[in-house]
């Protein structure tokens, strides 16, 4: 996944990814490390996708055997 296709799907600006970092806008626009963040700010949010899918499938067969 791409930053700006991550930005697009939760509506996300620069200042807030910059929040995340405890960064001002600024600093963030003009981090050399800038690039490392946003490649694991992906990766987390791909992770997250990911094991959300498997605690609905868990939900799901914990609701199916309570019946």
């Given at each position: 996944m791409e930053i700006k296709q991550l930005k697009k799907e939760l509506g996300l600006t620069n200042s807030d990814i910059a929040g995340f970092f405890n960064l001002k806008p600024y600093n963030y626009a003009t981090s050399t490390a800038k690039k490392r963040y946003e490649?694991?700010?992906?990766?987390?949010?791909?992770?997250v996708k990911?094991?959300?899918g498997n605690i609905e499938t868990d939900e799901k067969a914990g609701s199916s055997d309570d019946s």
């Open positions: 490649d694991a700010l992906c990766r987390f949010y791909e992770h990911k094991r959300w």
